[in-house]
Each structure stands twice: as C-alpha cells, then as structure tokens.
C-alpha cells in the first residue's frame, strides 16, 4: 500500500507498506518511508538520475519487449525524461538488475492475484 502526504509545494512524504505473507500467513510488515522532491522527478540533478527503473528496464528489455512497447531505437540519451539527469549507464549492472526486478515479481505475482480472487 502507498500512501502521499503533502508536505510542502515541492515535497511529498509517500510511504509504502510492505507485507510479506508466508504459507498463507503474516510473516512481517516493513514501513519504507521517503521523499518525493517534485523538481528532482521533472529535472534531476546533473549528477543523478531518477527512477532507476527506467535505465534497469531500457537495459533488460529484448528486442522483441521494446519493439512491443514501442521502444526501438530508444535509450537513455533520447528519452527526454532520462536524459536530463546522469547519462552514464552501466548497461551489464542495470540490465541484470531489471532481470533481478522481473524475476522477483512474477515469483510473487501468482501469488497476490491469488489472494485477490479469495477477496
């Protein structure tokens, strides 16, 4: 669950409450609290880079996932949205942190839509 509190006109506070069920059970919640800086989501840094997700998948994707996302011929220096901030990209790193991020979501995908249809 994620939820935004407003904190001033450039910042947000979200916090995002994790649940980790095991067997069917409660097993351990964590509470991730952090800031969400409007100017740095819209214009990063010079230095930094924002949602790196973004660079993770671009690096991760096949041929055939960009072609079906209409991302041929995209990287992060002609994504306006990603060339604003740092451009240096190590491709090996972010592309198997994406497969890192992928596996771990369909590992536990399954699962929650499970949950859900039990709802």
Sequence with gaps: MLTIQKV??????????????????LYR???HCYFLDQTRVVRPLPDEKNY???YQMLAGLTQ???????LEGHS??????????DVRQDEAEDARRWVNTLSYTLKYMPYCIHMKAKT
Excluded: M, P, W
């Excluded at 055939?64 to 209409?70: D, G, N, P, T, W």
């Excluded at 992060?76 to 901030?85: D, K, P, Q």
């Design 8 to 25: 001033s006109c450039n910042v947000a506070l979200g916090h995002f409450i994790e649940v980790q069920v095991t067997d069917g059970a």
């Design 29 to 31: 919640t964590k509470i």
């Design 64 to 70: 055939e996932e960009r072609a079906k996302l209409h």
């Design 76 to 85: 992060v220096r002609t994504l306006r949205y990603l060339s604003e901030g």
């Design 52 to 54: 790196h997700i973004f």
